[in-house]
């Protein structure tokens, strides 16, 4: 149990009313009871403030007058980056709670874990039951490595990197600094190369690697391609939700995002600080710069050169009116050509 005035000394802000308050964790601002600690992002929800019965609520300063009247708050001009870092401090004492309960002559390493005799494991590596790290790979320090993970051959994983349960790290490939894998992901796999040949699919080997940067975050049971000849490569920061495909020699720039079954086509190159809808795809060889936000369900088809928001899906509605439509669609370059020999005539 923690009072609102250690949060508030942890992560700063402006303390209204009781900072003892005791804070038992957090919430959402329906869910929460007289022990927890909840957020108001935006003025659109200050009808809740009331409603709620969270022991302290987090605030804009707009907020703080109508939250400082039901109870004690705490007042940032970032509500949701403030909870953000508020979750991943809580989530840190858990883990060092977990880790100090722990009974001490339990292995750091899990004795049916395989670890090669050339591999290189830094100080405070922990590895699960049936994990296997090959030769030449190195795990830096303080990282921890799920059940049943393989790390490939000469693969490189920075420090405090936490590899969920069933993680594949494929041979040469690289993960930086403090990333977060979550179970079923696999980083290397080859790219879907193939020459048409005589009627057949002749496979092109995949000959480079995978090379991803610090804070980078790939959800559940995401493939990563490793490049043909040169690496597919994410930048620092960039967020990959679940059931993603990226394929082989993309380039991802820094702290760019993607929800859930987004997929990327081989050599796309896309730029720093961009968003992806879900079920958003790209295709092979385009090129997106920076700031450009696509979304859900939009269908890159051509490069995007200058900074803004896309969308391409094609508008819901009943089957027979979408049927109409699509026919109706089908016609458009005939009429075109119609028109435009009207107006010639014109």
Request: a neutral charge.
């Amino acid at each position: 149990m923690l009072r609102l005035c250690d949060i508030h000394a942890a992560l700063g802000g402006v303390l209204h009313g009781d900072g003892t308050r005791a804070i038992a964790g957090l919430a959402s601002l329906e869910s929460a009871g007289p022990d927890r600690l909840a957020f108001v992002g935006q003025a659109r929800h200050a009808a809740a403030i009331e409603s709620t019965q969270a022991a302290a609520l987090i605030v804009p300063p707009e907020l703080v007058p109508r939250a400082s009247a039901r109870g004690p708050c705490i007042e940032t001009s970032q509500p949701y980056p403030y909870f953000a870092r508020l979750t991943q401090w809580w989530r840190s004492r858990q883990l060092a709670a977990q880790r100090a309960a722990a009974d001490p002559a339990e292995p750091s390493i899990h004795p049916s874990a395989w670890v090669h005799p050339s591999a290189e494991l830094a100080a405070g590596v922990r590895l699960g039951a049936f994990a296997v790290v090959e030769a030449g790979a190195q795990i830096g320090a303080g990282s921890e490595i799920g059940a049943h993970c393989v790390i490939g051959a000469r693969a490189r994983i920075g420090a405090q990197a936490r590899l969920a349960v069933q993680v594949v790290i494929g041979h040469d490939c690289t993960l930086g600094a403090r990333c977060i894998v979550h179970s079923g992901a696999v980083i290397g796999a080859d790219g879907f190369g193939f020459a048409a040949h005589e009627e057949r699919w002749l496979k092109i080997e995949q000959l480079g690697a995978v090379r991803i940067g610090d804070e980078v975050e790939i959800g559940a049971n995401t493939c990563i391609d490793r490049g043909t000849l040169d690496d597919t490569v994410l930048e620092d920061g960039v967020k990959l939700d679940n059931l993603i495909q990226i394929g082989h020699n993309v380039r991802i720039g820094a702290h760019t995002a993607m929800a859930g079954c987004v997929g990327v086509a081989g050599s796309a190159q896309i730029g720093a600080h961009c968003t992806f809808g879900g079920g958003a795809g790209v295709l092979g060889h385009l090129r997106i710069v920076d700031h450009v936000h696509i979304t859900a369900a939009t269908l890159v088809s051509r490069s995007i050169l200058k900074p803004g928001q896309y969308s391409g899906a094609f508008p819901i509605d009943d089957n027979a009116n979408w049927e109409k439509n699509a026919a109706t669609l089908r016609q458009l370059y005939a009429l075109r050509q119609r028109i435009k020999v009207l107006e010639k005539k014109s």
